[in-house]
């Protein structure tokens, strides 16, 4: 008599499915409906969306947005390693993952659910990476090009992430990737900042035009315009701002004809270093135009590697320690159920729980405080046992500059020139404006015309209109105006927020706040000192930002951060002392669909007290005034209201 054949997950699975029932016509149907209900109604914004990527991007909106993609992909590998990524459901776990059943036959369908995550993920931001660098000629092909590079780049990071969970070998190349995405963001963001403040003179950013940048390729008609800047007519003007005509003007301001000159030391120092960055700018970006140059190339070494790593996690599946599986669905089934009952207030307990059981903490001597500070000093403590979420928190004051850049936002007045060459170009025939090299010389004297006519360049291919001097840049678009203004208001709530772990805790477990004998006007006072100072910070070095990319006017817009501090204080010790969310309050039907009011009124607790008291502000972002006294005195007002209210 044969034995029985031994159990695979597979027979398991439909003995399983028997018991439970199996799925009828009815409940395919709903799923089916519902996933071409969603492509109906998503294709229309897509279609729409992918067609207004077609065109040239400059390259200041080019480095912001890849800067913004590089970001977003970073953030995904480490959601990724954070999650596990692979895990089970509560009875899968228990069951058959302890069972003799082959380890990746339990795991298929996660494997399944992590190659169709990182296939969404990999679209999306394939879709960003479009946006971003543009599809002058091509969309078609461009757009499967960037689908296959996101695509490529998700599995990869999924990969690298399930071969750390499965070894530890693998551990530092996911930290050195994060550390590499996170670097190059940087370096997009800051040397595009600095670029845009130094304002180099006809280097490799190149003249801005209808159509595109008269650069990279080079423009020659009696005179060559060069990606180096080079402008031969008798002389040259090159990409460290030198001309010669029996005379020379350097990037440092140095003029001189036939061997004597006027040389300016100062200038031409600053003209040094404020051609560094720029350099590295340009570095980069040409970089990345290498890469764009050969599409084909590229997609096959990124989807060659991304195929390699996938094979690996694919073995390594087959070996994966039950211990990591357990961990890693234990984190599920936590999200989970957040999700499931609404109340994403768990999420932050299990990140803080699973931060500060994993370390060790040494103790120190209480200083000697007032009672409310005494309370409030555990803030303190915590924030400064977390150098890496401070620093976090400093790095991310850049973002709402670098949003700004990419959404093509510039301050009402401002000129094209500092927006494409730092060159100002004024008068008939286009004629330049050579103070922005530190100099202005008399080029008649040189024997040179500045008259860019003789390189073809004619004044409708700029967007001007006959003689007619450049004006200022169109006026951005109120949304996208109110997106950055938007950023700036949440990230300050968000590192406000981060620091009111201690209010969370007194709400959670009053008895315990009772038994310290401190009154809560005292305590909320003490406690919102450190979110008051951190959202200042933040919001002085996010609005300084925006100011040196032009994205506001000049002006003292830094003291519009110490001035919102204390309502954005409020705000987030009132979000920290909300109630779970009430799923018993009544359902609003609409005809978008049902709305749930205990969801509703747990988001905009805290956030209807910031959103009120930096109200000024918002106004004053939205629409620059002349003079910014009456805004922040109205600002300063509304904070103090907000704060005692």
């Known amino acids: 008599m044969n034995p029985p054949p031994s159990p695979t997950p597979a027979s398991v699975r439909q003995f399983l499915r028997r018991r439970r029932g199996p799925a009828g016509a009815l409940d395919r149907y709903v799923t089916g409906f519902g996933l071409a209900l969603i492509a109906v109604i998503a294709g229309q914004p897509v279609s729409s969306l992918i067609a207004s990527m077609a065109g ?257 996690a694919w073995t390594a599946i087959g070996r994966m320690p039950a211990r990591a599986v357990l961990a890693a669905s234990t984190r599920t089934a936590h999200v989970t159920r957040a999700a499931v009952l609404l109340d994403p207030g768990v999420l932050t307990w299990i990140a803080e729980d699973n931060h500060w059981r994993a370390g060790r903490l040494r103790s120190r001597r209480w200083p000697s405080l007032p009672a409310p500070a005494a309370l409030a000093w555990h803030d303190w403590r915590r924030l400064a046992r977390r150098p890496g979420r401070l620093a976090a928190m400093a790095a991310s004051a850049a973002l709402p500059a670098v949003l700004a850049r990419a959404l093509g936002i510039t301050a009402p007045g401002t000129t094209a020139t500092s927006i494409a060459t730092g060159i100002t170009v004024t008068g008939p025939g286009v004629t330049p404006d050579m103070s922005a090299l530190g100099a202005t010389p008399d080029m008649s004297a040189l024997g040179m015309t500045p008259d860019m006519s003789v390189l073809g360049v004619t004044p409708d291919m700029i967007g001007l209109a006959g003689s007619a001097p450049v004006a200022a840049v169109a006026a951005p678009s109120l949304t996208a105006v109110a997106v950055t203004a938007g950023a700036v208001l949440a990230g300050a709530m968000a590192v406000a927020a981060a620091v009111a772990t201690g209010a969370r805790r007194d709400a959670d477990n009053p008895a315990l706040s009772r038994l310290t004998a401190v009154g809560l006007r005292p305590t909320l006072a003490a406690r919102a000192v450190l979110p008051a100072l951190l959202a200042a910070a933040w919001t002085a070095a996010a609005l300084t930002g925006l100011t040196l990319v032009g994205a506001l006017p000049s002006g003292a817009w830094w003291a519009f951060g110490p001035a919102i501090a204390p309502a954005v204080a409020a705000g987030a010790l009132r979000m920290a002392r909300r109630r779970p969310v009430d799923h018993s309050m009544p359902v609003i039907d609409t005809p978008g669909g049902a709305i749930p009011t205990g969801p509703l009124l747990w988001a905009l607790t805290g956030a209807d007290v910031a959103l009120a008291g930096c109200l000024p502000a918002l106004v004053a972002l939205l629409a620059p005034p002349d003079d910014l006294a009456g805004p922040l005195a109205l600002q300063a007002v509304a904070s103090a209201a907000a704060l005692a209210a």
């Open 56 to 312: 040239q991007v400059t390259p200041a909106r080019m480095s912001a947005g890849l800067a913004l993609v590089v970001l977003a992909f970073a953030g995904f590998v480490a959601a990724a390693r954070a999650a596990g990524p692979v895990a089970l459901p509560a009875s899968d776990a228990s069951w058959l993952l302890l069972s003799p059943l082959a380890r990746r036959g339990v795991l298929g369908r996660t494997t399944r659910l992590l190659a169709v995550t990182a296939v969404v993920a990999g679209a999306l931001l394939g879709l960003g990476l479009l946006a971003a660098m543009g599809a002058p000629d091509g969309l078609l092909w461009r757009l499967v090009a960037a689908l296959v590079l996101g695509v490529s780049a998700t599995a990869g990071a999924m990969a690298l992430a399930v071969l750390e969970q499965a070894s530890r070998l693998w551990d530092g190349w996911l930290g050195i990737a994060l550390t590499g995405l996170v670097t190059l963001a940087v370096v997009l963001s800051a040397a595009e900042v600095a670029a845009e403040t130094a304002r180099p003179a006809l280097t490799g950013t190149g003249l801005a035009t209808e159509t595109g940048f008269l650069s990279q390729s080079g423009l020659t008609s009696g005179g060559a315009l060069t990606s180096g800047g080079a402008l031969t007519s008798g002389g040259a003007l090159t990409s460290g701002g030198a001309l010669t005509s029996g005379g020379a003007l350097t990037s440092g301001g140095a003029l001189t004809s036939g061997g004597g000159g006027l040389v300016s030391g100062s200038e031409a120092a600053s003209g040094t270093v404020a051609g560094v960055v720029p350099a590295v700018h340009h570095a980069v970006l040409g970089a990345v135009g290498a890469v764009a140059a050969a599409p084909p190339a590229a997609v096959a070494v990124v989807a060659a590697s991304a195929a390699l790593l996938v094979r690996q």
